[in-house]
């Protein structure tokens, strides 16, 4: 089955405290990248990568990082994280290149930070 | 700057109710529009995708159509299983592979 994997679904952290929100897609994509979803913001892009050791910013990247070491996997590290970052995140992939390639969307991480 | 605007932001409808959502967008050079279905608590799921004005899509009972200003999600008979946000998107030039989402709008569905 098709998936995109997020992990973990749930956190709860503290300010300051680094954390990495996992995320694997099986579906051997090119492109991926991560979103945040906050109530009258709508979905926003992070960062993106166009495949393996290219990434790249979307429109809210700071206080984020990104690595691409490998196809299948896109973590989102928060390395000092404050209370502006509690949101709900979904990272998403797709085959690269032509304009109608399908975003799929994972499960979504919900993360707190106090 | 790409600009997607959903409406309305909520919208209340009894069972077999038929309505529309609206999804208006401003943006340099259209590459793809798209329509996601997102149940609370869950990752958009891909409905539809239309390239050009005067495309229709259709799936049960949703059918999505696209001018050269703004796109349609019409839904005939609705039942309360369609009960969800509903978000569009589109891809442009401008932003490569990134999706520029509009706000939404939230779908209830009475039966």
């Known amino acids: 089955e098709a998936q995109v994997t997020q992990n973990p679904r749930y956190l709860i952290t503290v300010t300051g405290k680094k954390l990495t929100v996992t995320c694997s897609q099986n579906m051997n994509h090119e492109y991926m990248s991560w979103y945040r979803q906050d109530p009258g913001l709508g979905l926003r892009q992070i960062y993106y990568?166009?495949?393996?050791?290219?990434?790249d910013k979307g429109d809210v990247p700071e206080g984020y990082k990104v690595s691409r070491k490998e196809k299948r996997n896109f973590p989102l590290i928060l390395e000092s994280p404050s209370p502006n970052q509690t949101s709900l995140y979904f990272c998403?992939?797709?085959?690269?290149?032509?304009?109608?390639?399908?975003?799929?969307f994972g499960e979504g991480s919900w993360l707190t930070v106090v | 700057e790409d600009q997607v605007t959903q409406s309305p932001e909520a919208l209340r409808l009894q069972e077999g109710e038929s309505s529309s959502l609206n999804c208006s967008y401003t943006v340099s050079g259209l590459r793809g529009l798209f329509w996601y279905r997102q149940d609370p608590g869950k990752g958009p799921e891909f409905l539809f995708t239309l390239y050009s004005a005067g495309e229709e899509k259709e799936k049960e009972r949703l059918k999505a159509t696209l001018t050269k200003k703004e796109s349609f999600l019409h839904i005939t008979a609705p039942k309360p299983e369609d009960s969800a946000t509903y978000l569009c998107?589109?891809?442009?030039?401008?932003?490569?592979?990134?999706?520029?989402f509009g706000g939404g709008t939230r779908l209830m569905v009475k039966p």
């Open positions: 990568s166009m495949n393996v050791e290219v990434t």
């Open positions: 998107a589109v891809r442009t030039n401008n932003a490569g592979n990134m999706l520029t």
């Open positions: 998403a992939s797709s085959f690269s290149g032509g304009a109608g390639n399908t975003i799929y």
